[in-house]
């Protein structure tokens, strides 16, 4: 696998050189090769505000990449993604560039994931893409329909009960009976009541309540 590259933003030639220094004695520490590239992109900036070159290029980085920021100090008031206190020590420097290594991969693996799934289509999408194209091929296809049969009404009285509090009243009274009673009672309140012709605001109250 091709190795990391790093490119250092604003760094002084001291830092440089000190950079350039500890990856070398680090390599054995490290579990991926990593680079320092002057051109081209790369998998991490280290950026040092200490200089202008440094914070005209932390002004415009991508915050989609992996930043660090070179520091004396161990806080900052930027935020980048790893904070790089000098002055650097090797085994410290190995520790980092192995965990920015594990966000690497995984930051990775994440955007291949979405991407698969953008992809690959889900298999209902994929019946219904099947189905428009038999339908958009076979002119003769015929779509079903669907047929709803209404009771017959009548403006005849029945005993139903419509108004709310003695429809309330006469469900608490139900409480006590048998669960096989209860359904036969209520059927027998909501049967004539579905074929009576009523208002549709106390035909929708009377529902709600049962």
């Known amino acids: 696998m091709a190795a990391f590259r790093i490119k250092l933003c604003g760094l002084n030639s001291v830092d440089t050189s000190s950079l350039k220094s500890m990856l070398n004695l680090a390599s054995d520490q490290l579990s991926h090769d990593w680079e320092i590239v002057t051109s081209g992109s790369a998998e991490l ?3 040092s505000l200490e200089s202008e070159e440094g914070v005209t290029a932390w002004q415009h980085h991508d915050s989609h990449a992996l930043s660090a920021l070179l520091s004396t100090h161990s ?4 935020t980048a993604d ?3 206190k000098k002055p650097l020590r090797t085994k410290n420097f190995s520790i980092t560039l192995n965990d920015a290594e594990d966000k690497i991969k995984n930051d990775s693996e994440a955007v291949n994931t979405k991407n ?3 992809k690959d289509p889900s298999l209902f999408s994929s019946v219904l893409s099947s189905l428009s ?9 015929t779509k079903p329909t669907l047929h709803f049969s209404l009771p017959e009404q009548s403006t005849d009285s029945t005993d139903s009960i419509l108004e709310v509090k003695p429809l309330k009243k006469w469900l608490a009274e139900l409480e006590s009976k048998e669960a096989h009673i209860q359904i036969g009672d209520i ?5 004539p009541l579905n074929r009576r012709v009523v208002a549709i605001q106390t ?8």
């Not at 806080?75 to 930027?78: D, K, L, Q």
């Not at 059927?187 to 049967?191: A, M, Y």
């Open 133 to 141: 194209g038999i339908i958009g091929k076979n002119s003769s296809f």
């Open 116 to 118: 698969k799934q953008q």
């Open 45 to 47: 900036y280290i950026y």
């Open 187 to 191: 059927l027998g309140n909501l049967i």
């Open 82 to 84: 790893i904070l790089l």
């Open 75 to 78: 806080e900052s008031n930027h």
């Open 203 to 210: 035909r929708f109250k009377a529902m709600l309540t049962i």
